[in-house]
């Protein structure tokens, strides 16, 4: 789903650069169409997802059109903003993590986890921080597996994600004249007050979750049934 979000949306960029002139007004107005190839492929990816997890198909795509609909994913989709396209990134990284875990092309899943996870940091360097968690999916089965199975997969995560954040930052140097720099927005304040944040983002009027994506309280229920089946997976959703 990755590589056809992508060939699809960068076209579009590609035309407005194109088209626009120097101002750039026609690439941002083409940009906002992006996310909602974004938007679809995490949907089609979570719908895929919990079909391989065993749920039958009324229930997925029951949850699915729930997600698309009763979330901050459906204005997200249709804006300039490029959360959905964070969500795509996160979920696919959690999922090729999971993958990763029994499947015999294990390599390629966990190359696949960390690329994902580099991906991240060309929206927001400040993602570097959830690498770790979400390479936490990649030992939902580590009891079984044992440490030494596991080392391999957490290796390939590893490359493949240094070597995504080497072009991203590369990527800004060659743009902005610095690897930190994304362009365009002030850099994220290293230190603050995590009170105010969890106010604002959890249940204030101007963005809280709790308002926007009521559906999430559902997922306080089932997170004990995921704890009990993947617990690693269960602390990635709950770290990231």
């Known amino acids: 789903y990755g590589p056809a979000a992508s060939v699809a949306g960068a076209p ?8 626009g002139g120097e101002d750039g007004e026609l690439a941002r107005f083409l940009f906002s ?3 909602a190839f974004f938007a679809a492929g995490t949907l089609a990816l979570l719908l895929h997802w919990w079909l391989r997890m ?11 059109l729930v997600v698309g609909g009763a979330t901050l994913l459906w204005p997200l989709a249709t804006s300039v903003f490029d959360q959905a396209q964070h969500a795509f990134f996160f979920l696919a990284a959690a999922y090729a993590g999971t993958r990763a875990v029994n499947d015999t092309r294990y390599l390629r899943w966990s190359l696949l986890c960390g690329a994902c996870a580099g991906s991240l940091l060309l929206f927001q360097i400040t993602y570097v921080a959830v690498a770790p968690l979400l390479a936490a999916s990649l030992l939902s089965g580590w009891r079984p597996l044992g440490i030494k199975a596991a080392l391999p997969r957490l290796w390939s995560f590893a490359i493949s994600f240094i070597a995504c954040a080497t072009l991203a930052g590369l990527n800004n140097f060659l743009r902005f004249g610095s690897p ?24 204030s009027p101007g963005k809280g979750v709790l308002w926007y994506s009521p559906v999430i309280i559902l997922q306080l ?4 049934l995921l704890a009990r089946a ?3 997976l269960a ?3 709950v770290a990231t």
Do not use: Q
């Not at 065993?54 to 699915?64: D, E, M």
């Not at 229920?221 to 004990?224: A, E, F, K, N, Y």
């Open 180 to 203: 930190l720099d994304i362009g365009g927005f002030p850099g994220h304040p290293g230190l603050g007050n995590p009170l105010v944040g969890i106010a604002g983002l959890l249940v």
């Open 33 to 35: 169409f992006t996310s």
């Open 12 to 19: 579009l960029v590609a035309l407005g650069y194109l088209l």
């Open 235 to 237: 602390a990635t959703v």
């Open 221 to 224: 229920w089932s997170l004990r």
């Open 230 to 232: 993947k617990p690693f």
């Open 54 to 64: 065993g749920f039958s198909s009324r229930k997925s795509l029951f949850w699915t």
